[in-house]
């Protein structure tokens, strides 16, 4: 079974830094395109930035130039690097990938959340 687990969330004051990482364990064969979202509560889970296998990258517009995402294709594990946090980045940050794995099938799949609180 492939799972993606998550690390890196935190209580930290505004201005301030977090490195979420994301690993994927089990039978991993690829992996295409990586996303995080995040989801404040009582609001819609969000896109927040993505990458494709060949590194190409996109980000929504309240996080650019904050934010930085990345992949280790090797070790199969995605990073989202944030700087200048905000209050207003409070949320519980969710990574997401589609999966090869053996027999050729393709898994669509998420981690657990890591909560990301930042202060005022």
């Known amino acids: 079974q492939v799972q993606l687990v998550e690390s890196g969330g935190g209580l930290v004051q505004a201005g301030g830094s977090l490195t979420l990482s994301c690993a994927a364990s089990?039978?991993?064969?690829?992996?295409?395109?990586c996303r995080w979202y995040r989801q404040a509560p009582g609001k819609e889970r969000d896109l927040v930035a993505s990458i494709t296998t060949g590194g190409s990258t996109n980000y929504a517009d309240s996080v650019k130039g904050r934010f930085t995402i990345s992949r280790d294709n090797a070790k199969n594990i995605m990073y989202l690097q944030m700087t200048g946090l905000k209050p207003e980045d409070t949320a519980v940050y969710y990574c997401?990938?589609?999966?090869?794995?053996?027999?050729?099938?393709?898994?669509?799949?998420w981690g657990q959340g890591t909560q990301v609180t930042v202060s005022s």
């Open positions: 997401n990938a589609l999966i090869l794995v053996p027999g050729a099938v393709w898994q669509n799949r």
């Open positions: 089990g039978s991993v064969l690829t992996i295409n395109s």
